[in-house]
């Protein structure tokens, strides 16, 4: 059984770009989680969806940044025109309803 | 912002018992106390969770006092691969299952 999967694991970006981030949960599981974390700080909680639909937002950026989980396929967040700021590790989790969240390894992102 | 209480770094021998302790002094009924360690980076790792019980599972044992305000972790046999920061976090049993986290304990098991 697959972990959660994440890519890519790293990724570099000039200012002003767009970043993409994938993340494919466990088989069976319909919860996905998004959080960032910098350097030596715990993880910052982003935004929490089920399929096709956003739960929880409460920790996402008001401008720039979006997240999906369709129907079909990977939940995609999505960062526009990265700043520096943005520099940080972006973890997925996932889980059944209302169970233990299950990590992936990350990505790394980087903005030059 | 984070609602537990943990000291920011603790040293143990490798073979022996870790005990990391946690204060959650605010915790509500309707919330677990959930543990997850992050290894150097990568991404974090569940651990166990618990509500009023003390747990045991392969990994860990978790001890929660009876008034529910502190907790402590328990790893029996400590082994070097157990180095890494160690998170406490509330989660509420139905409704938002967001974690909050703090900065967590840094343990480091030396030979």
């Known amino acids: 059984n697959a972990g959660v999967m994440q890519n890519p694991r790293h990724l570099v970006r000039r200012r002003g770009q767009e970043a993409r981030l994938r993340c494919s949960p466990m088989k069976g599981h319909s919860h996905v989680y998004w959080y960032r974390q910098l350097p030596e700080e715990g993880l910052k909680f982003m935004v929490y969806l089920q399929k096709e639909n956003i739960i929880d937002e409460s920790g996402m950026p008001k401008e720039r940044f979006s997240a999906e989980f369709p129907k079909e396929g990977p939940s995609i967040l999505r960062i526009q025109q990265v700043v520096r700021g943005d520099s940080a590790a972006y973890f997925c989790?996932?889980?059944?309803?209302?169970?233990?969240?299950?990590f992936g390894p990350g990505t790394r992102l980087t903005v030059t | 912002d984070a609602k537990t209480t943990q000291p920011p770094s603790m040293d143990c021998a490798e073979g022996r018992a870790a005990n990391l302790p946690c204060n959650h002094s605010?915790?509500?009924?309707?919330?677990?106390v959930y543990w997850y360690r992050q290894i150097h980076s990568q991404g974090p790792q569940y651990i166990i969770h618990?509500?009023?019980?003390?747990e045991t599972n392969e990994m860990a044992s978790l001890i929660i006092t009876e008034d529910r305000k502190s907790s402590t972790l328990i790893l029996p046999h400590a082994t070097l691969r157990d180095t890494a920061v160690y998170y406490c976090?509330?989660?509420?049993?139905?409704?938002?299952?967001?974690?909050?986290w703090g900065a967590g304990t840094k343990l480091i098991i030396k030979p």
């Open positions: 605010t915790i509500s009924g309707n919330e677990y």
């Open positions: 618990g509500l009023k019980n003390n």
């Open positions: 989790a996932s889980s059944p309803q209302g169970s233990e969240q299950y």
């Open positions: 976090i509330h989660r509420a049993i139905v409704g938002n299952y967001q974690l909050i």
